[in-house]
């Protein structure tokens, strides 16, 4: 099966690259950051203490993650249900990077996600795609943005929706999660060795996009 891997930090613009490839291919697309985001949920609801590594590990194993395709969105259901409206939120992203340090935890996801790419062709956004995931994948790219863009756009999706945002504390926690998501000892953000970097500080959601596309042909 075909799949192109898209892994960069927090903001850098990969789902909606991602969506957008996947369509105009006709691959899906899977979102892996929401299945660590629909476990940090798991635990939060359980009262696990997500920084106690031991529980975290313990408690993944009574977690039933499984992903959904309906109308070209991605549903994450979580123990039967679907926890999409759930796991957007500041606390969620911060308990995902956070789980998402234990193997236990990324073992089960992982396997999911290869499952996933090893029966359709697949547009797979996260953090290990291309290092770990699926090391073979035909087309790697890694993501990035300066973290001043990244907590602006984030700024302005959260003003679109009616929020109150902040800009400077955006950007503090976006920065907060990358460092954590970079030097964990296990699958750390990185760029592969065969990856091709693009930085999405200047460029358009379509530019990006289309170079993308002239990268698969
Ligand atoms: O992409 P996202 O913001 O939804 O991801 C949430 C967290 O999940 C991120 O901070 C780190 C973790 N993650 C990961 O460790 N590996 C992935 N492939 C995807 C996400």
Redesign the pocket.
Known sequence: MAAIAIDGP?GAG??TIAKLVSKRLGFIYV????M??AMALFMLERGTDINDQKAVAEEAQHAQISIRHENGEQAVILNGENVNGRIRTQQV?DA??TV?TVGEV?ERLVALQRELAASTDVVM?????GTV?LPDAKLKIFMTASSEVRAHRRYLELVEKGMEAEEEQIRREIEE?DE??RTRAI?PLRQAEDAVLLDTSDLSIDEVAERILELWK
């Open positions: 927090a990969k789902s979102d892996t950051g929401a660590y985001r992203s995902a990077s998402s990324r956004d996260g953090r290990d795609i995931v999660r954590r998501d699958s």
